[in-house]
């Protein structure tokens, strides 16, 4: 699978790309991120994000409403920008390392993607004529989450003499501030205070506590210095510089290597102690053992996530970038999820939203589902806090997750797009129920999946109403943010219908076991409810006009005014940023596909036609100002035999983040996009679908492609796929056979079997 | 008329009941208010509004969006409180007077409606037990606007020795801030700055000007003591203090004038020079001719708008105290309009809402038809700025004014509620119609109304859109605003309706003459235009539905959730201070009665069948959360004939703020609930309609009362209605003969006219 390398040569040194460099080779394994800015800084003048986050390490923020509207949030969390680890200095005499100053012979910057780590090479003339190469490995540890590493290697080509290293600890940091930026909305306030900054067995140790959320963290930092000469501490209270010096010597490589660990008090009882023993614990083993147990974690990642594109090889590699991001990014415990930007940067200011769920779960679940496990675990435990939104938006009972959270409480400033986005509930049942299916893991249900499902259930029950012999659900807004607080969001009740009917079928599934006994009694579920969910399951309301045959986005969608999409500027895109939400609300646009990702991940619901001419009649008014937008399109243009289209959909998306499409990958890479892209290989072109009945494939290949092959994790067996230009093979490498539904047909899958591709394709046929 | 003197005994001296006093006792004509602070202050500890302020005087003020949506507002305007001339401290020897010392032996406070006059009496004993009465009397001079007046006099009783007085004149004001109360959201922040202060001829000049907005005020004061000795002036550069002596002797009165003029850069070239030439005119005559001055100004007044209650000598008096405020709030020029709190509060920040047109002008219109010329003229004074709001929500054509403003510009922070109440263009040009139907004054609809008819119609063809051959207006929110942003609510449908055809009667009317030709051509108004306005007129969809036979409030209001507002607690009313805008939205409640209003000012629209059903229903489920409810239910139920419930629903209303009802008139009067008084009265009482077929009368009697008379001023005419137990009488004091319509029949009104009152009323019998 894939190139193992995405390498840059010749590094640009303008601030733009920089910027964006620090997000692309950013090195992060789910606890901790930091942002690949130079150990030595940038010239004074320049722009720098130079942060190191810990996952839903937050503090809260202010936010101000214009009115006192009853219920609005005045209070957000944000991820913090942590102790800055990574600024090493050097001087050869009296000169000072920085390639913005001399002559930059050669530079080059690199992620390995089997080894876990990011790479700078540097071949540096000083202007005094000093000649250096400068290699730097950095790696954050999915061995051991807490630890940060910097190899920093010099070898003096031409020159000898004294080398004076100023590797530096500083906890005076602030998160980035950019006022011409909407979603940064943050102000430059010192959310992170030092209190306590000393050295102790040679580390220089910063504890910090947050202004308002009462958390705390503490890094440490050890530095080893070959052919150290002489070393000092300086220190104050929120910086500690380790000075050391060493001589130079043609040809002879210098080599720093500086550790960092952090301990936060959302996971740990004592910060400075956990700092301490997890330093130790670093310390114990070489750190050629520790790139070793990063390669090895890696190769099971990638044994797990294994996609390979035949005659595509750069989208190849794209696409093994994109997956090292999502393994970057995922906490591994239930304190954290996935942010829009991983820890690669502050968009969205390190919050959680649907996109975990809708775009990002669906790989791990197929491939990792531990992983799995592990973000329906947090939404678990942030139910209390759900059920604390329900309340405070008048509901009687039920959670409500919040649109956007970090710890549990509601983030969004503006409600009409972001809490009346109730379908996040139905997203979060709904990625419980695909795990289940994925892995019939019932205990894991039992323990955790199930109360989520009930829960959200009752919100339904009390959100919507029956009306004419039918469930509605008034005034929420769906996925598309260009209409907002709608009736009858087609997206939204299709979602509800299907977390209902889910909780009724738990309950008759699991109702006599012991340990759901005692769930159903904490919770107070009765029997009467279950039938109140049945009851609003069928007579659940989705929107259908007779005319068009089509399911409208909601009740009003089709009598809105018609908005030519070609007709408006291409400098008025996103429409967002250029129209006021009343006039969007008014027009049949679209930001991104509500009713075609309904129909996408529920696509029993509806007949094919009604599906066929949807897609048909939303493709011609979705923008795609959304990025989450065009990965669903090609899933569906893939299911309705749209090869070309399906593959147009697909394009350069990929390349989004490699290639900066969206002119914000400073801000941090885009985790979501990543997620829909992979679905539309697997989903999409392989038509891989997991129901309650099975398993079902149908692939198509794109033209420019010979092949692709993919892995799937599939109720613990391993099955490969793999698609050439006549053959569909079906290999099962573990576990027991088990019948799968290729192009509408079953057949028994024990060993290997190998099936005619379907050259063309429709769907309903 | 009414008794001519609201008198209060025994002032209370706790904080809040003084709050309430500052704004029942304020004075104020239109230019200028102050509120009724006591010249001395109170205690330290006390809060007070202390404010003086001019009608239209503003400053920009930030306001905070919690996310950077495009065109939300993020700078309000907000009424300014002035330089302070109301405080004037006396000293008895070494005692400084001061009713929180020593005893109150007797003390009162009034407003004479006559006199157009305040007025305080304290008899006090000071501590040492010397004992004064004092008495106070204040004025804001309709004659001449610029001026504001205080007389103090003070009669030693039993002492002699020194008084000394120290009048102030203070620049150095902030607005009032306080946390607590979301109708107040500003800064404690000194929007005006004094630049110079300066002392003239004897008087004292303060010059400020605001921190954003461009303008420029200047007050001027004048003292003038009875038996003055020795005179200093003691300034700073935001602060003028005038210390004279005077001799104390037992019985004999001393006598302070002090005079303050005001001259805003809004209004006039040069503030110094204009103040200075208002205080020659203020002193140009002696202050009782000012007092004469004034009772004539309000003797026409009084005459223009007489109504009198007979039987109810109370709700008489109140009624005249309530209509003084109207004529104290109102601006009499194009610069100011009418705000919510009128010149006695910052509540609501001074800005103007719909409640000048629906609530206040009709009250103007049929008694003093020139102040609501100059009420129109204001929105044609700002139908740029409306011009330029339209554009900024994405309309291609059209004025949309702003919900609420001072400039022109709009103020409201929360869209949903705000700007989204597109139904402020229908009210105006309602108010236009209505004017012209009442005065027919063609002139002035030529010079002003017409253009902003026609522009308001336009920005319904592009805000609405033709659909299944009706045409609807979607995603505005009515005046209700526990359901916003809406489809095709009906209130806003039938105003566009009456909006649009409006502009085709104008045009086909006026389409000759030379002056409405050249408006044309400067608004480029096309003859398509007007083809395209008698086509979405006819078209126009209004809400009805089939089985209940009413008129829904939107296209999806009656699939909504029923709340038993019986089931509701208390404590939780204002139901918007209670619960989530989401969930307030989810359910058939309204805050005020929409379609009720809709009915009662478009009567012809609907068969009265479906205007009684409507009310039925919608009665139920309206909380009167909004003090613009009561008297519409009131006026529909006296059409209806539901005379009881109409004089329940009119009920204590009249003493809203005499009784600080809704306990906020600290903040100042309500002057909309006075107007929607007035009009329960003659509209809902009296059955008065103006229509373009004529004039109509319906009167009943509630049964409290043993008569009540009117006087209107319909096309040049006056008119004097009176009803009694039996009769109705007409009586046409000047102007030429008309056809009147009483209780469904014709009558020629030449001289007096007398008719049997119908007993029971069932107007669509």
Known sequence: MGKAIYEKNDIKLDNYNLLVDEALFHNANGYIGVRSAFEEGYPENFKTIRGEYINGFYDFTQTEQAENIYGLVHEKQTMLNVADTQSIDIYFDDEKFSIFEGTVLKSKRWVDMDKGITGRFVSWRSPKGKEVEIKVIRMASFYQLSLFTIEYQIKPINFSGDVMIESNHNGNVKNFFDPHDPRNADESFQYLTPESCYIQYGASYINSHTSKSGLEVCSCVKNFLSGESERQFIINESNAQCQMSTIAQPG???????????????????????????????????????????????????????????????????LKYNLFQLIQSVSKDEYGNIAPKGLSGEGYEGQYFWDSEMYIQPFFTITNPEITKSLIAYRYEILDKAKENAKLLGHKKGALYPWRTIMGKECSGYFPAGSAQYHINGDIAYSIIAYYLATKDLDFIQEKGAEIIFET???????GNFYNGQFHINDVTGPDEYTCIVNNNYYTNALAQYNL???????????????????????????EEITEFKKAAEQMYLPYDEKLKINPQDDSFLQKKHWDIDTIPKKNFPLLLHYHPLHLYRYQVCKQPDTILAHFILEDSQPQEVIRNSFAYYEKITTHDSSLSRCIFSISASRLGLEDKAFKYFGDSTKLDLMDLHKNTKDGIHTANIGGNYMAIIYGFGGLRIKESGIYFAPILPKKWTGYRFRICFENRRIIVGITKDHCTFFIESGE???INVYKKEYLLDGKLTIHRKKTLRRED
Chains 1, 2 share one sequence.
């Open 457 to 463: 259930a009752r919100l339904w029950m009390d959100v």
């Open 501 to 527: 009917q889910w909780a009724v079928k738990l309950y008759f599934q699991m109702r006599k076991l012991p340990e759901f006994r005692k769930m159903q009694k904490r919770i107070k579920l009765s029997y």
């Open 252 to 318: 002879k490589k210098i080599k720093l290597i500086k550790y960092a660990v952090f301990a936060d008090s959302l996971r740990v009882e004592n910060c400075k102690v956990t700092a301490a023993s997890e330093m130790k614990k670093a310390l114990s083993v070489s750190l050629q053992e520790l790139y070793k147990h990063q390669e090895d974690y890696l190769a099971e990642y990638w044994e797990n996530s294994y996609v390979e594109i035949q005659g595509d090889n750069e989208l190849d590699m794209a």
């Open 737 to 739: 056979p088990i019948a």
